[in-house]
């Protein structure tokens, strides 16, 4: 079985799917790894190290591709990648069909199965190959020293001969493993926090990480497996006007809340935005999806009156070796379901194999996938 691994070609992308390591776990008898050249050096894993652990070194993309079983990636291949695919491909990656709808389309015209890992069942067996915790952690953490960078004041409170300097007061919105991660990396930094979540649940949680948890009066909205569900524009609207209050009362505000497979949800309005003092700093980590911030640009810095509203985009490829290193672990521990005895044999009565199967042999499997692709592409105007 040939796996290759291609070098991303998204715009920013400094990530690599399989690290050496990785991949000299996964070669063995049945297994041959090829890595495209020079696909790990902007995570800083060069090809020598690859060539250490047993892969081959391919050239070029069409090289590489060329008779592959499995492509392993981190975002799904673009439409223009897609056609030098081999006809038959297995194809793991992040893959959100509601947003690469041409993406699809393309894999179906190659007669692909494609794996999303985006669609990952949470149940507990699945942990291991979560890769949107893991690249959750390294957002999370990020954003917090996003927003210690350009926020001009310490984060942490301290006692000095001029006086006391107040440690700065820092408002996490999402409580899931980004959220959760960036309130643990700003109580490290000396700041005090506080959070807020939809989901109940969340309380103890921030808790245990020393951060108050912000109570509104509004009814809980988890959802299944532990996301929030989507909110009605009634409850985001009385939402909005109770965390007002405390966006204002903030030098920084991290927002993190995505529903899968939806727009984000907008937390912070243009308004709450005008309440907080000059100098004040707003991480949107939902840029990419719509943004929980009103205005928030994706990897843009907007300055309104004072304020920096910074819209971080595709914030895990910043710090591209350890989260390369987490990404690979969950896509071996994926691939160890669908790879037996070196032999693609995915067992499709295995509901984490079936749940992240987009498609299979081109033939869409994923109910919004399947949705999509049979929708007729409105006629153009006449006129």
Same mark, same amino acid.
């Given at each position: 079985?040939?796996?290759?691994?291609?070098?991303?070609?998204?715009?920013?992308?400094?990530?690599?799917?399989?690290?050496?390591?990785?991949?000299?776990?996964?070669?063995?008898?049945?297994?041959?790894?090829?890595?495209?050249?020079?696909?790990?050096?902007?995570?800083?894993?060069?090809?020598?190290?690859?060539?250490?652990?047993?892969?081959?070194?391919?050239?070029?993309?069409?090289?590489?591709?060329?008779?592959?079983?499995?492509?392993?990636?981190?975002?799904?291949?673009?439409?223009?990648?897609?056609?030098?695919?081999?006809?038959?491909?297995?194809?793991?990656?992040?893959?959100?069909?509601?947003?690469?709808?041409?993406?699809?389309?393309?894999?179906?015209?190659?007669?692909?199965?494609?794996?999303?890992?985006?669609?990952?069942?949470?149940?507990?067996?699945?942990?291991?190959?979560?890769?949107?915790?893991?690249?959750?952690?390294?957002?999370?953490?990020?954003?917090?020293?996003?927003?210690?960078?350009?926020?001009?004041?310490?984060?942490?409170?301290?006692? !000095? =001969? @001029?006086?006391?300097?107040?440690? +700065?007061? $820092? &408002? /996490?919105?999402?409580?899931? %493993?980004?959220?959760?991660?960036?309130?643990?990396?700003?109580?490290?930094?000396?700041?005090?926090?506080?959070?807020?979540?939809?989901?109940?649940?969340?309380?103890?949680?921030?808790?245990?990480?020393?951060?108050?948890?912000?109570?509104?009066?509004?009814?809980?909205?988890?959802?299944?497996?532990?996301?929030?569900?989507?909110?009605?524009?009634?409850?985001?609207?009385?939402?909005?006007?109770?965390?007002?209050?405390?966006?204002?009362?903030?030098?920084?505000?991290?927002? !993190? =809340? @995505?529903?899968?497979?939806?727009? +984000?949800? $907008? &937390? /912070?309005?243009?308004?709450? %935005?005008?309440?907080?003092?000059?100098?004040?700093?707003?991480?949107?980590?939902?840029?990419?999806?719509?943004?929980?911030?009103?205005?928030?640009?994706?990897?843009?810095?907007?300055?309104?009156?004072?304020?920096?509203?910074?819209?971080?985009?595709?914030?895990?490829?910043?710090?591209?070796?350890?989260?390369?290193?987490?990404?690979?672990?969950?896509?071996?521990?994926?691939?160890?379901?669908?790879?037996?005895?070196?032999?693609?044999?995915?067992?499709?009565?295995?509901?984490?194999?079936?749940?992240?199967?987009?498609?299979?042999?081109?033939?869409?499997?994923?109910?919004?996938?399947?949705?999509?692709?049979?929708?007729?592409?409105?006629?153009?105007?006449?006129?």
């Amino acid at each position: 079985m040939k796996l290759a691994v291609p070098t991303e070609t998204r715009i920013g992308e400094q990530r690599v799917a399989i690290v050496p390591e990785v991949a000299g776990r996964l070669s063995g008898p049945g297994v041959d790894i090829f890595v495209q050249a020079g696909a790990g050096s902007k995570a800083h894993f060069p090809d020598a190290a690859y060539r250490e652990k047993g892969a081959n070194i391919v050239e070029g993309a069409d090289d590489l591709l060329a008779g592959a079983d499995v492509v392993a990636k981190v975002h799904a291949p673009a439409p223009t990648e897609a056609q030098h695919l081999p006809t038959g491909v297995t194809v793991v990656s992040f893959l959100q069909p509601a947003a690469q709808l041409d993406i699809l389309r393309a894999l179906v015209e190659r007669q692909a199965t494609a794996f999303s890992l985006d669609l990952l069942p949470r149940i507990s067996r699945a942990q291991s190959m979560d890769a949107l915790s893991s690249q959750a952690t390294v957002s999370g953490y990020l954003a917090v020293l996003a927003a210690a960078e350009r926020l001009p004041k310490f984060f942490p409170m301290f006692m !000095t =001969a @001029a006086g006391t300097v107040p440690p +700065a007061k $820092v &408002l /996490v919105l999402g409580t899931g %493993v980004a959220g959760l991660q960036a309130i643990a990396t700003a109580r490290r930094l000396g700041a005090q926090v506080r959070a807020y979540d939809v989901r109940s649940a969340a309380k103890e949680e921030v808790a245990s990480l020393g951060a108050a948890f912000v109570e509104l009066e509004l009814e809980s909205q988890e959802g299944a497996g532990g996301y929030a569900r989507a909110q009605s524009e009634e409850f985001l609207a009385r939402q909005r006007e109770l965390i007002g209050n405390e966006v204002a009362a903030c030098d920084v505000v991290i927002t !993190t =809340a @995505a529903v899968p497979g939806r727009k +984000a949800p $907008v &937390l /912070v309005t243009a308004q709450m %935005v005008d309440q907080m003092a000059e100098g004040s700093v707003v991480v949107d980590l939902a840029a990419d999806s719509g943004g929980n911030c009103e205005l928030s640009q994706p990897g843009v810095e907007v300055l309104r009156g004072g304020v920096m509203v910074y819209g971080m985009t595709n914030p895990a490829a910043a710090m591209p070796t350890h989260s390369s290193f987490l990404y690979s672990r969950n896509m071996a521990n994926f691939l160890g379901l669908i790879v037996v005895d070196g032999e693609l044999r995915p067992d499709f009565d295995d509901e984490i194999v079936s749940g992240s199967c987009v498609l299979r042999n081109g033939t869409p499997v994923h109910e919004l996938a399947r949705e999509l692709l049979e929708e007729k592409p409105q006629k153009a105007d006449a006129s």
